[in-house]
């Protein structure tokens, strides 16, 4: 079933949440008992993300520095099936910009529809670890417009190869990402909604936030949103703090601002279940409030962890 279908039908709030695949060289047991955990709170969807290459150097046996691009989290689609025929829960498959060409992009979504996956998010990708400017493949994209451009296109039943006999049209349901406090490559808010609402333009059906921990930036965001015209669903996306290391890590990773006082908690928080617990209390509050102002949905960044996650929707759903 389709995100937006879902999002339309819901006669209640829903409870969404995102899977990271293993590094190589794992399983996926610790994943699929993340989902059994959180599957008892009936996810309307699961996200299962996707991750480009990165440049590694590795020591060669003359003592010198060999260049390498590895793939350490392979695994989106075939998680993204498994997922969704072992707990018969639809699965968003994230597919990203990055490392990737267009020809390389049409393959994966044939994959997708193949295996019966019908929900993709639409994105760029980060640069790769250590470099600060993101720069596309040779035939890649720049930009996820683009990406979500192609997506519109099969569902159109236009391929790259315009000489394709009898091509059949996809039925993907194209989400895509905003980022109420900007993406960090943007000059400013105005110029990315005007971005955000290309991406809309070209096919998007809904938008997950990245994401925040005032509510008031994302109330400010779905306004100025529709003042431009996008009208599309906008599920605001919400993380459990875990440790105090999440104070450096996600400002720096991410690109949000954490208030006060929160910042003063964690803070003064000495030991690390005493983390936890103000995590879920702060989540907890943003979720209930988020509801009550009419929210379509609540996405959960659980990164592996479901504990957190799981006593949030146990105090809101």
Not at 44 to 58: G, K, M, R, W
Not at 286 to 295: E, F, N, P, W, Y
């Amino acid at each position: 079933m389709q995100v937006i279908d879902i999002l339309r039908q819901a006669k209640r709030p829903l409870f969404t949440f995102e899977l990271v695949p293993p590094l190589k060289g794992g399983d996926a047991q610790t994943l699929l008992e993340t989902v059994r955990q959180l599957s008892q709170f009936e996810p309307a969807y699961i996200n299962v993300t996707n991750h480009q290459q990165e440049v590694v150097y590795l020591e060669r046996p003359d003592g010198l520095l060999e260049r390498r691009t590895v793939r350490k989290r392979p695994g989106t689609i075939a998680l993204s099936a498994l997922i969704q025929y072992t707990f018969n829960i639809p699965v968003v498959a994230h597919l990203i910009c990055g490392g990737m060409d267009q020809d390389q992009l049409e393959d994966a979504l044939v994959e997708l529809n193949f295996l019966g996956i019908e929900n993709v998010l639409a994105l760029r990708g980060d640069p790769p670890n250590g470099e600060k400017r993101f720069v596309p493949v040779k035939g890649g994209y720049e930009h996820s417009s683009e990406l979500v451009s192609q997506i519109n296109d099969l569902n159109m039943g236009r391929y790259l190869d315009q000489n394709l006999q009898n091509a059949r049209k996809t039925h993907f349901c194209i989400g895509v990402a905003g980022y109420p406090e900007k993406h960090a490559e943007a000059p400013n808010l105005e110029r990315d909604i005007e971005m955000l609402k290309h991406k809309v333009d070209s096919g998007a059906h809904y938008i997950v936030t990245q994401m925040f921990f005032d509510n008031a930036v994302y109330y400010r965001f779905v306004d100025a949103c529709r003042k431009a015209g996008i009208t599309v669903p906008i599920i605001p996306g919400l993380k459990p703090i875990g440790s105090k290391r999440d104070l450096a890590t996600i400002p720096q990773t991410f690109h949000v601002d954490f208030p006060s006082e929160l910042v003063e908690q964690l803070t003064k928080a000495t030991k690390l279940a005493e983390i936890h617990e103000i995590g879920v209390h702060w989540c907890t509050l943003q979720t209930k409030d988020l509801l009550a102002h009419g929210a379509p949905s609540v996405h959960f960044y659980t990164l592996g962890k479901a504990e957190s996650v799981a006593s949030v929707v146990r105090s809101c759903y």
